[in-house]
């Protein structure tokens, strides 16, 4: 069950999985109640293996602290969080952060909606220039350790970042130390350089550690890796400089002069980030030297440096100023303090009494937290809603009886109004009838001016006169609609017997044409292309299709004045023939 007095913490280290809880004395001082690592096999430079890992070892260490179900502050490694110290100009506090995304837009090497990143004021110079620290970290494996640290049952209460965890755990256990110090934590897969100078800190991450050296072992002696971890930590030392006496085991003292010159490589790299600091950011050198983190447990690490370095050097105290509780083993706990700065950061973070807050948020953390701040306002809505309910069933059950008063009013209303809209039904019926009448009487004055139109508009059509017109008639499904002028009457059964449901009605033109240089019938032909082209007329593809619709007799008899020729056209928009 959760102890909601203690402050439990969880390191998500590349190869040991480390938790512990922590309580509070009346002071606020730390107690350490209960700590445990948890080893994960397998190189750690190795991602795609990690996260199987750190859900089996984050269940049993779980289970060994009994943390499930408690809010638990955890820290992510140093290598995956990008980290940069940035000076900016005297500015007000109120655009110190707009200032600061924008540096952050111009320094972390992914698009910031991609990255959870957060800053931090280091320093602030008398002339009111502002350093400030940016920490930034992909959102998808932040969401997937958060995921995995979620799915082993605990409450997550906030992600910190180790090295500035174990920064502020130097502060805090070294409240003595004035003079510039440098903080060595070496991991298993990196190497965090922590430099303190009074209130200010600077950091970097040197992708330098413990794999290195096991790799380097593996590699030595033709052995796996699991084999080449096992032997560094159980025989394993970093061999002296100078005339040292060699270890009597052949293997053993080969494996310590590999060890040797991995360190040496990375003295390499400590040595240049020293310069970088001491050039760019105006950092003082480093007078004494804190070896933290499980590497620090290797023999003779802490002579190795003290030799390199020129400087003293000592193991790093993560429980100097926390008390121990009675149920820790106080021996162990001495020996596994170098490991333990990295959780005491994080009770600190936890308690809210720390000089470095900097926290990435994971996206479903950030939801939550933005649901927990929403809630308040959402039970006063849901309070309101529930007040404005019962006001609203009050008014609701008072305005009944006048409502029911109102309905009888309104049915006998309804009664009268039903007696009026028969007799207006029969109104509007009897309006219909003489509407259609009407429309009929419309219908016959449009259509009377129907030929005097369409006879203009063919009138409209001639260019000389070489062509005159004798008959223009209406046909109906070929058939004349009016008795010939000369001749017997056609047989109108007939007709009507083959006329069609839908009738087709066409305008059928007679007349001749006089002899001409112009092409003889090409007037004609002239003619009625012009009469196509009337929107009276229907005539598709006129020209492929003329002899349908042009019929005109050679004019070759030179003893002839004029020459019959007849032109039909379907008309588009008939009047109704009878």
Request: glycine share 8%; proline share 4%.
């Amino acid at each position: 069950m959760a102890d909601p007095t203690s402050i439990a913490v969880i390191n998500l280290g590349s190869q040991r999985v480390g938790g512990a809880v922590f309580g509070r004395t009346s002071g606020g001082d730390l107690i350490l109640k209960r700590y445990d690592f948890v080893e994960m096999d397998g190189d750690p430079s190795v991602d795609v293996s990690r996260l199987p890992q750190l859900k089996v070892a984050l269940g049993e260490l779980v289970s060994k602290l009994r943390l499930k179900g408690q809010k638990t502050w955890c820290a992510v490694p140093g290598h995956p969080v990008f980290s940069r110290f940035v000076k900016l100009p005297p500015v007000q506090g109120d655009k110190l952060a707009q200032i600061v995304e924008f540096e952050a837009r111009q320094n972390v090497p992914w698009q910031l909606d991609e990255v959870s990143w957060d800053y931090e004021v280091v320093n602030k110079s008398d002339l009111g220039e502002v350093e400030v620290v940016l920490a930034a970290m992909k959102c998808e494996p932040l969401n997937e350790m958060y995921e995995e640290v979620a799915a082993s049952g605990i409450k997550v209460a906030g992600m910190d970042v180790g090295p500035l965890a174990l920064y502020n755990a130097f502060r805090y256990s070294y409240p003595d130390v004035d003079e510039p110090a440098l903080v060595v934590d070496l991991g298993a897969r990196s190497t965090n350089l922590i430099f303190v100078d009074g209130e200010r800190f600077f950091t970097r991450n040197l992708l330098v550690g413990g794999a290195a050296v096991t790799n380097a072992i593996a590699k030595e002696f033709g052995v796996p890796f699991a084999e080449a971890e096992r032997q560094k930590c159980s025989q394993g030392f970093v061999a002296l400089g100078g005339a040292v006496e060699d270890h009597p085991d052949e293997g053993v003292n080969a494996m310590s002069k590999v060890m040797r010159n991995s360190m040496t490589r990375l003295h390499s790299e400590i040595m240049r980030t020293i310069t970088f600091y001491r050039s760019q950011q105006g950092g003082a050198a480093p007078k004494r030297v804190f070896l933290a983190g499980g590497g620090s447990s290797a023999g003779y690490i802490a002579e190795f440096f003290s030799e390199k370095l020129k400087l003293p050097v000592e193991l790093f105290n993560g429980l100097r100023g926390v008390q121990p509780d009675r149920s820790v083993n106080a021996e162990a706990a001495k020996i596994d303090a170098p490991s333990l700065g990295e959780l005491a950061g994080l009770a600190l973070h936890g308690m809210g009494s720390c000089p470095c807050e900097i926290e990435l948020v994971p996206n479903a953390l950030a939801a939550s937290r933005d649901a927990a701040r929403r809630a308040p306002s959402l039970i006063l809505a849901g309070l309101c809603i529930v007040a404005m309910l019962a006001a609203s069933i009050f008014w609701f059950k008072s305005a009944n009886a006048s409502i029911q008063d109102r309905v009888a009013a309104m049915q006998a209303d309804q009664a009268r109004l039903s007696n009026l809209a028969g007799e207006i039904g029969k109104l509007e019926y009897r309006q219909e009838e003489l509407r259609a009448r009407s429309s009929q009487l419309e219908l016959a004055v449009t259509d009377r001016s129907w030929w005097a139109r369409i006879l203009n508009s063919i009138n409209q059509q001639f260019d000389n006169d070489l062509i005159w017109l004798t008959v223009i008639e209406v046909l109906k499904d070929g058939k004349p609609i009016t008795a010939p002028l000369w001749g017997g009457a056609e047989d109108k059964s007939k007709s009507d017997a083959k006329a069609s449901a839908t009738p087709v009605y066409a305008l059928r033109m007679q007349g001749l044409y006089r002899g001409n240089s112009e092409g003889e019938q090409k007037v004609v032909y002239d003619f009625a292309a012009k009469l196509a082209k009337m929107e009276d007329f229907v005539t598709k593809d006129f020209e492929a299709k003329r002899d349908d619709y042009v019929k005109v007799d050679t004019g070759v008899e030179e003893d002839r004045y004029a020459y019959r020729f007849e032109i039909k056209m379907p008309l588009s928009k008939p009047l109704q023939f009878k």
